[in-house]
């Protein structure tokens, strides 16, 4: 009896994996770590970038990870959740994209290797999320604590965003660009959060990215409606935005009316001529000057016939005004959308010193300028040669807020260049000798994980990565715990001094969304494809027929 329970216990205490699921799980994490190695040579200052050519012919040429894995057409459950993870880190940090997909890659295969030694998936799961919360505190130790009215320090952790994409040249422009841009839109009264959307970008093909300038107001990628003669430039601007139509109404449904002669046509068109009319006295009689009308579905927002009126009353006008930017104009020009001429009052509308049409490029823009009261918004006119280079620096520049964004709702600097990685390896390694039984063997794997990334660094930069990362543990032991690769000059210095600096945020939101997207792929055990249900309809419709 005894021998049977001890024979019964022996077998609930080891682990042992059927075929199936072991196959299942190196499936998985096969295809996550290739979607890893995919992005792996686009990491750092010296990166390569990835030109993506779509089904729909378009080629988008980009250095930024989410770009990269969001266009890859990944079919595999498991390597979409990589491409989700990159989606997370740039939606919490917009920084680091690319690195947590590599650190995640890099802890897969250290799991793969922890799997074949037969140590439950359960127990390095457990030991991860351990080692993660650990990392967390290590990367907040080493942080150096930062004010807002330290501008200098803000534009280098924004260079150092900007420093790994195709338009790294221009980093001394885009960087103090991006961080007056986020300044100018914090609200004191909340200064942690800061909402993205009240910065405008808009982007006019023309020029050189030199010419990317900050406005303070509003900036329309179209021109003036000027078909009969009306104004390009008011000064003293009485702005409206307006959400109906300048234009004869229609009939609700589809209906055809008959006009048998002359004079019921000449009835109509007076009619109408009055109809117009009238709703231009009543938006003249409010001393308006300028109106942005929303674009219309339904009919024409304006006609020939009521731009002739509003050019005749000296009213500029700048129609097909999106659904979707009202929001933004409204709160930039501190007035009212207006959804009927019935309630078109004096006090709905905004007050600018500037209204005027800019010739730019083989285009024309509008720009409002000395807004009244205006609201904590700013626009980014970003130029460009061609759409490659305007659509890159649009996605460089989103980089670069997103890093003022993340020191503004949490004011800790920390060193780039490897050396939070190597720090936190040397740390973890150091603690896996503490722990007791299998936990100490994976928080090891771990702390040899986080390699990755110092050693991808030196290799893309054409470096030897054994050497350097030798020599980066060495200095490290030594407790120079800001020492990084310096990918210029192509050596280890101290990254504090040499202004190569990223946020906090960036750094722990990367450590912990890795360790938990590893985690959850380490729990699959299986993957079940469930057939439609309108296809068992059809076969049993078939099959009782």
């Excluded at 660009?177 to 609200?187: M, T």
């Excluded at 800019?358 to 285009?363: A, F």
């Excluded at 603690?431 to 990755?452: D, I, N, P, Q, T």
């Excluded at 407790?479 to 210029?488: A, H, L, P, S, Y």
């Amino acid at each position: 009896m005894a021998a049977v329970s001890a024979a019964r216990s022996s077998k609930t205490e080891s682990y042992i994996d059927n075929k199936r699921k072991e196959d299942i799980r190196h499936a998985n994490i096969k295809a996550a770590c290739a979607v890893a190695d995919a992005i792996r040579t686009s990491l750092g200052p010296k990166g390569m970038d990835k030109m993506i050519s779509t089904a729909s012919g378009e080629v988008i040429i980009t250095n930024d990870g989410a770009t990269i894995v969001n266009k890859m057409e990944v079919l595999q459950p498991a390597a979409k959740m990589l491409v989700e993870l990159s989606k997370s880190q740039d939606t919490a940090a917009g920084d680091g994209t690319t690195t947590v997909v590599v650190i995640a890659g890099s802890l897969l295969k250290q799991c793969l290797t922890l799997l074949s030694s037969g140590i439950h998936p359960t127990v390095i799961s457990d030991s991860l999320h351990k080692a993660s919360i650990k990392a967390v505190d290590v990367l907040t130790a080493m942080a150096v604590p930062l004010e807002l009215t330290d501008r200098d320090s803000l534009i280098k952790s924004a260079s150092t965003s900007l420093n790994s994409k195709v338009v790294s040249q221009h980093s001394s422009l885009l960087a103090p660009l991006a961080v007056d841009a986020v300044l100018s839109v914090v609200d004191p009264a909340k200064p942690d959060l800061v909402d993205l959307r009240d910065i405008k970008i808009v982007k006019k093909l023309g020029g050189t990215v030199d010419d990317t300038e900050m406005v303070r107001g509003l900036v329309f990628d179209k021109k003036v409606s000027h078909a009969a003669g009306g104004p390009t430039r008011v000064e003293n601007a009485k702005i409206a935005v307006i959400q109906f139509q300048i234009s004869p109404p229609k009939t609700d449904i589809e209906q055809s009316i008959v006009v048998s002669d002359y004079a019921q046509m000449d009835r109509i068109l007076k009619e109408e001529r009055n109809y117009i009319l009238g709703m231009i006295k009543k938006i003249k009689a409010t001393g308006c000057n300028v109106l942005l009308i929303q674009k219309s579905i339904l009919r024409d927002a304006v006609t020939d016939l009521s731009l002739h009126y509003l050019a005749k009353a000296k009213i500029l006008v700048v129609k097909d005004v999106e659904r979707d930017e009202i929001e933004f104009i409204t709160k930039t020009l501190n007035c009212l959308p207006i959804a009927n001429i019935e309630h078109f009052k004096e006090e709905k509308l905004g007050y600018a010193n500037l209204v005027e049409e800019v010739s730019l490029g083989d285009g024309k823009i509008v720009k409002i300028t000395g807004i009244k009261d205006m609201g904590r918004t700013t626009t980014v006119l970003v130029r460009g040669s061609n759409h490659l280079v305007l659509d890159e620096a649009e996605r460089s520049l989103h980089d670069a807020l997103c890093v003022v964004r993340c020191l503004v709702s949490k004011h800790f600097l920390i060193a780039g260049g490897g050396a939070p990685e190597i720090e936190l390896s040397r740390q973890l390694g150091a603690w896996s000798k503490v722990l007791h039984g299998m936990e100490g063997y994976c928080v090891k794997s771990f702390a040899e994980a986080l390699e990755v990334i110092p050693y991808t660094l030196a290799e893309n930069a054409g470096l030897n990565p054994i050497t350097i990362v030798t020599e980066l543990r060495n200095r490290h032991a030594q407790g120079e715990f800001n020492t990084g690769i310096n990918v210029r000059k192509g050596q280890i210095t101290n990254i504090l001094e040499e202004n190569v600096v990223q946020p906090l945020l960036v750094s722990t939101s990367a450590m912990t969304l890795a360790t938990e997207c590893v985690r959850m792929l380490l729990k699959i055990d299986d993957i079940v494809t469930v057939r439609n249900n309108l296809s068992d309809e059809l076969w049993l419709k078939n099959f009782v027929g």
